[in-house]
């Protein structure tokens, strides 16, 4: 998160690479002098994401003070807004006129054209798309992760970190104030999340932050005197979303419709592909990974349903569907209890690092600091299964997190058995080589050790998107052409479930934000077309109403990946090894794909 509206930077063009790629590659201690400002001041104006950042300790550049940004929640009232406005235009203007793109080498053209299109989506954010002016969800998960993030990030002893979770709680009411005077009107599915989101919240302070207190401490008093106005503001906050927000009148919903969408799009991906274009290579793809699937599934139903034939008097997709479903289910039957989720992804972790060290896949760096954790309430609006959090690139050795969202007590048995039933030991193998090891902690680690720190700042905060979701799906890709899980056929057909997920994430996205797909129509294709169950895709129904633009960056940026490893073996075909390849790849951090051909040289 680099701001409050949570953008993804444009990918860099090969034409500006081409324009630079001839100049020296060493930092250009002008331009590095501006990012690490420009990085400063943008983080100061956002204590929650500098927090994020590792970024601690701010020295203002008028009064000379030193800012302890960890004790402070972000100003988002209309002054607030208009500063980073201001902010965001003036540095455009400095980094054009004063270190412009054609007068840096390779690398530093690649920092500048970052910083550069994310300055461009911030404005695109606050001039068009306005998520701050229309979904609450943005200042839920905003103030949660900044009460949140001081728990886990050792920067300092316990006792200064409570202190200043305390000091957020005790803005808690003036920042809510302000997103109510900001928030003008919500789609029922913003504020239906955004109640939920916030009762995390709530539960994060009586519970979660009460038990961190050491009894018998100031800090007690002091918690016993700011928790309850905040708590109350919390509650008084879901209240006002509920019976004034969700009754004003409003044409906006949810979808950004085909030219906002097309926009975004273009400054996510930075690619020569139109939404369309995209739509229609991964509905393509879709037909070729079912019959894939098809082929797969045939003799595991003749081992599982010999009683009753291939079923060749359907239709051919009616037979293709049964037949798969029908082994999926049966594969899903091999699943965890609801209560040792947690457990099996855990017991999972070791047998896949033996597996990237016995095939030499892609060197693990000595840290081992990941952490497996339940997945924080606030953030279970997107993160409905799992997700990553990096250790912050200021201080890579403190605690990188894989989220697992448990299954909360409440759900019915019926939909417990679902989720279970999707997310079985066979696709929870995928999900932790997903969002762990080899995938997102792996391609985190070699990011966070990017010098010089400035341009490892830079590719961490903006770093794109399309590299950083196609890397895990690429590298999953990877693991299983090379013999995971000892090539068993149901960890492939689950694998291709998988992708195929990947696929349908990119046909719902562009469908629904562009071409008014509804709710039964995307439940149908998720359900039929790409075999999920009700509960994963009511929850993906959920997610593609609260995210734009994210869900096909799986599918753009694993097919940049094979396209980017296909020419690097091409080119090095005699001393080609992965784990040489994917070290240089991942050790240049989360920059376009498309560009790293040229630096990978």
């Not at 993160?383 to 989220?403: I, K, T």
Request: aromatic share 8%; with cysteine.
């Amino acid at each position: 998160m680099q701001a409050l509206w949570v953008v993804t930077p444009l990918l860099i063009s090969t034409a500006l690479l081409a324009q630079t790629s001839g100049l020296p590659d060493q930092s250009d201690a002008k331009f590095a002098k501006l990012c690490e400002q420009f990085i400063h001041e943008t983080l100061a104006l956002s204590p929650s994401n500098a927090s994020q950042a590792g970024y601690h300790l701010h020295v203002d550049p008028k009064t000379g003070k030193t800012i302890e940004l960890d004790a402070l929640l972000d100003d988002v009232s209309p002054a607030g807004m208009a500063e980073q406005h201001r902010l965001y235009s003036q540095w455009r203007d400095r980094f054009h006129a004063e270190t412009p793109l054609t007068s840096l080498g390779a690398e530093d053209a690649s920092d500048w054209q970052l910083i550069d299109d994310q300055i461009a989506l911030n404005l695109l954010e606050f001039d068009h798309i306005q998520n701050y002016k229309h979904n609450p969800t943005v200042y839920v998960e905003l103030l949660g992760g900044a009460l949140f993030q001081p728990l886990t990030d050792e920067y300092a002893p316990q006792e200064v970190r409570l202190g200043h979770i305390l000091s957020r709680i005790a803005a808690t009411p003036r920042f809510l104030e302000q997103a109510k005077s900001e928030l003008q009107d919500a789609d029922p599915i913003f504020i239906k999340v955004a109640v939920e989101e916030n009762e995390g919240n709530i539960d994060l302070i009586q519970n979660t932050i009460a038990a961190a207190i050491p009894a018998g401490s100031n800090l007690k008093t002091r918690f016993e005197q700011v928790a309850p106005p905040a708590v109350q503001a919390l509650k008084n906050f879901s209240g006002w979303l509920q019976k004034d927000l969700s009754q004003r009148t409003t044409n906006r919903t949810w979808r950004l419709g085909r030219d906002l969408y097309a926009e975004k799009f273009r400054v996510v991906m930075e690619t020569s592909v139109t939404p369309d274009e995209v739509l229609a290579d991964a509905e393509r793809e879709l037909k070729k990974t079912r019959a894939e699937m098809l082929e797969i599934a045939l003799p595991l139903h003749q081992q599982y349903f010999s009683d009753h034939g291939d079923h060749a008097n359907l239709s051919t997709k009616e037979r293709e569907n049964r037949i798969i479903s029908e082994v999926l289910q049966k594969i899903s039957e091999d699943r965890p209890k609801r209560d040792d989720l947690m457990q099996t992804i855990k017991d999972d972790l070791g047998g896949i690092r033996q597996f990237i060290v016995d095939k030499k896949i892609v060197s693990l760096k000595s840290r081992d600091n990941l952490k497996v954790i339940p997945t924080p309430v606030f953030m279970r609006g997107i993160y409905s299964v799992a997700g990553f959090h990096s250790a912050p690139p200021l201080d890579p050795n403190a605690e990188a997190q894989y989220w697992v969202t448990p299954i909360d007590p409440k759900m019915p048995a019926e939909r417990a058995e679902s989720k279970l039933r999707e997310y079985n030991n066979w696709v929870l193998k995928w999900l932790t080589i997903h969002e762990a090891l080899p995938g997102h902690y792996v391609q985190a680690e070699h990011a966070n050790e990017i010098q010089p720190v400035t341009r490892r700042l830079v590719r961490s905060l903006y770093g794109n998107g399309a590299y950083v979701e196609g890397w895990a799906e690429y590298i999953a890709q990877v693991m299983m052409q090379q013999g995971f899980a000892d090539n068993d056929p149901r960890y492939r057909i689950s694998y291709l479930k998988v992708w195929l997920r990947s696929l349908g994430n990119t046909v719902l996205d562009v469908r629904m934000q562009t071409m008014n797909m509804t709710d039964d129509e995307a439940m149908s294709f998720m359900m039929n077309d790409a075999f999920q169950t009700r509960a994963e895709a009511e929850g993906k129904l959920q997610r593609a109403k609260l995210s734009s633009t994210q869900l096909p960056t799986y599918f753009v940026g694993t097919t940049e990946w094979w396209r980017l490893r296909h020419a690097y073996e091409a080119s090095h075909s005699k001393d080609f090894t992965l784990a040489e390849f994917h070290d240089r790849a991942l050790d240049e951090g989360a920059l376009p794909v498309p560009w790293l051909e040229k630096l990978l040289k």
